[in-house]
């Protein structure tokens, strides 16, 4: 347990040069600009999100430029540690990412008036929440055993082809739900999850947990495989 906390300190800790000054006052202002726009405290944690996962790369990325895999390998570390310390990282860095955004919302939400009020921002936000989480969720369940099966640079382009699956999927959605409409099957299928709210948390979770554990038996596999 001590040698995960480790790694996850260093992955942290690789990851701190790029949390500039002018990093972060790019991706506060970027935050607050959204939430004021939509007056949704959601759409703001929707970019804490986006930005999450488009860093979650980083550690990566400078284990592979400063050869810190092969290090690893000679001293001996057990590769389940190495994914293991990965996936907690990210999600991690997910949170972080979400509590710092959504507070800076939050506060320009008051400042300016479009704060509703607890109950109803929390209504508002819940679900959102939930959904954007689990988009972003599978986005990164992804890219995370790409990165160990190619390394960073061989991977880098599925940072940017589940966003392109996500965008298509929307669309797909959208331009279905203002066209003909959805297929009834899939309208029964909607209406009866958000009908029952419960069961839709429950199986967005269960969901949710299947993914993350399917894409951490594949990045373990990859990186067992691969030599350094």
Same mark, same amino acid.
Request: net charge positive.
């Given at each position: 347990? =001590?040698n995960? =906390?480790a790694?996850?300190? #260093?992955d942290f800790m690789t990851? $701190?040069p790029y949390?500039?000054? $002018?990093n972060?006052?790019?991706?506060i202002v970027l935050?607050v600009?959204?939430?004021?726009?939509s007056?949704?405290?959601?759409?703001?944690?929707g970019?804490?999100l986006?930005l999450?996962t488009l860093?979650? /790369?980083?550690?990566f %990325?400078?284990g592979?430029?400063?050869?810190i895999?092969?290090?690893?390998?000679?001293l001996?570390?057990?590769?389940?540690?190495v @994914?293991?310390g990965?996936?907690?990282? !990210?999600? #991690?860095?997910?949170g972080c990412?979400?509590?710092?955004v959504?507070?800076f919302?939050l506060i320009a #939400?008051t400042?300016?008036?479009?704060? /509703? /009020? +607890?109950?109803g921002v929390l209504?508002e936000?819940l679900g959102?929440?939930? !959904?954007i989480g689990?988009?972003?969720l599978?986005i990164? =369940?992804?890219?995370?055993?790409?990165?160990?099966?190619? /390394?960073?640079?061989k991977?880098? +382009?599925f940072?940017? #082809?589940p966003?392109f699956?996500?965008? %298509?999927?929307?669309a797909?959605?959208?331009?279905?739900?203002?066209g003909?409409?959805?297929?009834?099957? @899939?309208? !029964?299928?909607?209406l009866?999850f958000?009908?029952?709210g419960l069961?839709?948390v429950?199986a967005i979770i269960a969901f949710?947990a299947a993914?993350i554990l399917? =894409?951490?038996?594949?990045?373990l !596999?990859?990186y067992?495989?691969?030599?350094?």
């Open positions: 347990m =001590s995960l =906390s790694f996850v300190k #260093l990851f $701190k949390f500039t000054a $002018k972060m006052l790019t991706y935050a600009f959204v939430a004021i726009m007056k949704n405290i959601g759409s703001a944690i970019i804490g986006m999450a860093n979650i /790369g980083y550690p %990325a400078l592979e430029k400063c050869n895999d092969a290090l690893y390998a000679t001996g570390a057990d590769r389940k540690t @994914v293991k990965r996936y907690i990282f !990210a999600l #991690l860095f997910n990412a979400v509590v710092f959504t507070v919302s #939400l400042l300016t008036g479009f704060f /509703g /009020g +607890f109950e209504s936000t959102a929440a939930l !959904a689990a988009l972003f599978i990164q =369940s992804i890219q995370i055993p790409m990165f160990f099966k190619f /390394g960073y640079t991977a880098r +382009f940072i940017i #082809l966003f699956l996500f965008f %298509a999927v929307v797909f959605f959208v331009m279905n739900a203002q003909s409409g959805m297929p009834e099957g @899939v309208n !029964a299928f909607v009866y958000v009908s029952n069961v839709l429950a949710l993914v399917v =894409s951490y038996k594949l990045s !596999a990859f067992n495989k691969r030599e350094f």
